[in-house]
């Protein structure tokens, strides 16, 4: 009887040993694993989660915008160049807007005699 169980303690033993075994090998695995050059989406990227986005970009090619998106620095930079060239026009409706006292949407140069006002005004405000 004593035996049987010093025979059970012992199997049971060498599959603790096992397992433990395995949990160490797992562990370094996932340590491994952790930052493999699989593509992952940007915010993965500038997170450090990944390496590369599936269009090929790293960390260093990565920026947040202002609303917090991680975004491609080029296309930050094209986009702000691009805005300096109608923030002109932008300025001017904004100020049209406030002068006629246009509340909510609405579209310039559209079909209602607020959008007509309105354009009239922004272009004549540009013009200067």
């Known amino acids: 009887m004593?035996?049987?169980?010093?025979?059970?303690?012992?199997?049971a033993m060498k599959s603790m040993k096992a397992k433990k075994a395995m949990k160490s090998v797992?562990?370094?695995?996932?340590?491994?694993?952790?930052?493999?050059?699989?593509?992952?989406?940007?915010w993965q990227v500038f997170s450090g989660s990944k390496e590369k986005t599936t269009s090929g970009l790293k960390k260093s090619d990565l920026v947040k915008s202002k609303s917090g998106r991680v975004v491609s620095k080029k296309r930050s930079l094209r986009g702000k160049r691009i805005?300096?060239?109608?923030?002109?026009?932008?300025?001017?409706?904004?100020?049209?807007?406030?002068?006629?006292?246009v509340k909510g949407f609405c579209a310039v140069g559209g079909k209602s005699a607020k959008g007509q006002a309105l354009l009239r005004k922004a272009r004549s405000l540009y013009k200067k």
């Open 2 to 11: 004593a035996m049987r169980r010093s025979m059970k303690a012992k199997k």
């Open 83 to 101: 805005f300096k060239q109608i923030s002109g026009w932008v300025k001017a409706v904004g100020t049209a807007r406030r002068q006629l006292g």
């Open 26 to 42: 797992m562990k370094r695995r996932r340590a491994m694993k952790k930052k493999v050059s699989v593509k992952g989406k940007k």
